[in-house]
T-cell receptor, first 114, second 113 residues
Framework: NAGVTQTPKFQVLKTGQSMTLQCAQD?????MSWYRQDPGMGLRLIHY???????DQGEVPNGYNVSRSTTEDFPLRLLSAAPSQTSVYFC?????????????FGPGTRLTVL | AQSVTQPDIHITVSEGASLELRCNYS??????LFWYVQSPGQGLQLLLK??????LVQGIKGFEAEFKRSQSSFNLRKPSVHWSDAAEYFC???????????FGTGTLLAVQP
């Protein structure tokens, strides 16, 4: 049982490049989400999904796209990277919907945009 | 709007000393409250959570937290800190019917030998 996995661990991009951050979970969780972590700002929600085929925006969605074709995977796409997207990105999952559910976090992807 | 405030950005304690990390929240209804810990280079791990009932909740690694509705607080405590407790600690509130979490800005804990 691997839990929540994220790839890659580190990535350096040039401004304007595109890439996809991968997230997968093997716990059959319905809910998945992406957060970004910036110094002094805690974690902020980018996008989330309550199940396959259903996604919605979080607090800071601009510049990011998501899709959820399977229960297990929830990739985050940067279509045209900008230096402001330099951050650490965390994927999380939880069973069921409802704020009382524990969220399980992946190890993170550290992204630098030059 | 929901929000979480962690007033202390950085705290240093001596090993063996007691610890209290402060957390204040703003939420209209009964909150779901969480404390997470992040060790260097790692993801977040749940320490404890409060939903209802007993206002003093016990968590892993010897941590506890007390929910005080009158003060809108959910402070984290540990009676005796170990060097391995050095990490960043995040307080969070569950926002509404979805699983959204609103995080505080974190408190970085350093432990002196």
């Amino acid at each position: 049982n691997a839990g929540v996995t994220q790839t890659p661990k580190f990535q350096v991009l040039k401004t304007g490049q595109s890439m996809t951050l991968q997230c997968a979970q093997d716990m059959n969780h319905e809910y998945m989400s992406w957060y970004r972590q910036d110094p002094g700002m805690g974690l902020r929600l980018i996008h989330y999904s309550v199940g396959a085929g259903i996604t919605d925006q979080g607090e800071v969605p601009n510049g990011y796209n998501v899709s959820r074709s399977t229960t297990e995977d929830f990739p985050l796409r940067l279509l045209s990277a900008a230096p402001s997207q330099t951050s650490v990105y965390f994927c999380a999952s939880s069973s069921g919907t409802g704020s009382y559910n524990e969220q399980f976090f992946g190890p993170g992807t550290r992204l630098t945009v030059l | 709007a929901q929000s979480v405030t962690q007033p202390d950005i950085h705290i240093t304690v001596s090993e063996g000393a007691s610890l209290e990390l402060r957390c204040n929240y703003s939420y209209g209804a009964t909150p779901y409250l969480f404390w997470y810990v992040q060790s260097p280079g790692q993801g977040l791990q749940l320490l404890l959570k409060y939903f209802s009932g007993d206002t003093l909740v016990q968590g892993i690694k010897g941590f506890e937290a007390e929910f005080k509705r009158s003060q809108s607080s959910f402070n984290l405590r540990k009676p005796s800190v170990h060097w391995s407790d050095a990490a960043e600690y995040f307080c969070a509130v569950g926002a509404g019917a979805t699983n959204k979490l609103i995080f505080g800005t974190g408190t970085l804990l350093a432990v002196q030998p």
